[in-house]
């Protein structure tokens, strides 16, 4: 299986750009999630490192574009799936408020209907993360259900909502 080919027009924003994450960021993604850890799973810098060459999983850096610093990180998982259902399994920007988890969005958007003409993306999300939650709703993903305390945290159980987006979903936007 062959890693499509994303053109780079398609990876760029106004605030940001999307790249393919290179093991000289592994130490950076590794301090962004340990600074978004109250939603989004730590990984080892090995398991990063492991994702970085395969070929079901798009591991993106999201690059400022004012001063070239890495900002975030994504990963798209599914990439060669035959349903042509893309996975949004993670995402952490460092500056919030700024923008750029929103633009990061839109370009995952653009990657999944526009470039690898998929029918279906789809995310799950702590039901206590209601930033998240406002953000992905306002850019069209709905609500698919609930998985009720699906995840075991220090403080209990946690749920998560599963959301998605289509297609022709996106057309309408």
């Known amino acids: 299986m062959k890693k499509p080919y ?3 027009s398609l990876l760029s924003g106004n605030k ?3 790249k393919k994450t290179v093991a000289g960021d592994i130490h950076r993604i590794i301090a962004l999630e340990a600074e978004n850890n109250q939603f989004v799973s730590e990984y080892s810098s090995e398991k990063h490192l492991d994702l970085l060459g395969d070929l079901n999983c ?3 850096s999201i690059i400022r574009n004012d001063n070239k610093l890495l900002v975030g990180l994504a990963l798209l998982f599914g990439v060669n799936d035959k349903d042509k259902v893309l996975e949004f399994r993670r995402i952490a920007i460092h500056e919030k408020g700024m923008g750029f988890g929103r633009e990061a969005i839109q370009i995952i958007k653009r990657i999944c209907f526009e470039e690898l003409r998929f029918h279906r993306l789809w995310l799950d999300v702590f039901d206590d993360n209601f930033r998240a ?10 609500m698919d ?8 945290s220090n403080d209990g159980y946690r749920s998560q909502r599963i959301y998605s987006i289509l297609e022709t979903d996106e057309v309408g936007q």
């Open 16 to 18: 940001i750009s999307l």
């Open 145 to 152: 259900g609930i998985l009720r305390e699906n995840v075991r």
């Open 58 to 60: 798009m591991h993106l």
């Open 6 to 8: 994303i053109p780079v």
């Open 133 to 142: 939650i406002g953000l992905y709703e306002s850019e069209g993903f709905i």
